[in-house]
T-cell receptor, first 107, second 114 residues
């Protein structure tokens, strides 16, 4: 069983659509990270959450500690949002990664 | 700040050769992480350092892999001898703390072992 489960694995959306990517985890965590990996391979850290909600531009990340669940939302999606989005949890002494959600936004 | 700097960006080597990957973390960051990414296994944490001391190396696949951090501004990941199954992208990252702070990734070192 994977400690971190992401859904969906693949997602295709039309430009402008509202997108949600989900992450569920089974371990106790001190923080949860959302990472973005572009087709060129570089990884960017989007958010680090330990509670509540964070917003950066068109991106919103929420976490529910009791339910062990986090969501990444993209409003008014754009083709440049096409990337793999990875959820990672930090237990304080170990990291666990989801397998990623591959997002393609079509113009 | 220049961010996390890794070298080489790309390396192709023959099976059995020694491979050394290098990383310069962001100045002032006290945590350094080495990750490996493959199509089959996704992103995996190999080892991380706190203040130059290895804290958790349980992700290091086997004895052929070793990592060092001789000072706060430099780390190496060495594979000796290399095997084709080591082909992957190796990322180095740094942060101010192992949790509670953003992790900054380097651009990765793309290793191909033939």
């Amino acid at each position: 069983k994977n400690e971190v489960e992401q859904s969906p694995q693949n997602l295709t959306a039309q430009e402008g659509e509202f997108i949600t990517i989900n992450c569920s985890y089974s371990v106790g965590i001190s923080a949860l990270h959302w990472l973005q990996q572009h087709p060129g391979g570089g990884i960017v850290s989007l958010f680090m959450l330990s509670s509540g909600k964070k917003k950066h531009g068109r991106l919103i990340a929420t976490i529910n500690i009791q339910e062990k669940h986090s969501s990444l939302h993209i409003t008014a999606s754009h083709p440049r949002d096409s990337a793999v989005y990875i959820c990672a949890v930090d237990t304080g002494n170990q990291f666990y990664f989801g397998t990623g959600t591959s997002l393609t936004v079509i113009p | 700040d220049a961010g996390v700097i890794q070298s080489p960006r790309h390396e192709v080597t023959e099976m059995g050769q020694e491979v050394t990957l290098r990383c310069k973390p962001i100045s002032g960051h006290d945590y350094l992480f080495w990750y490996r990414q493959t199509m089959m296994r996704g992103l995996e944490l190999l080892i991380y350092f706190n203040n130059n001391v290895p804290i958790d190396d349980s992700g290091m696949p086997e004895d052929r892999f070793s990592a060092k951090m001789p000072n706060a501004s430099f780390s190496t990941l060495k594979i000796q001898p290399s095997e084709p199954r080591d082909s992957a992208v190796y990322f180095c990252a740094s942060s101010l703390s192992s949790s509670g702070n953003t992790i900054y990734f380097g651009e990765g070192s793309w290793l191909t072992v033939v």
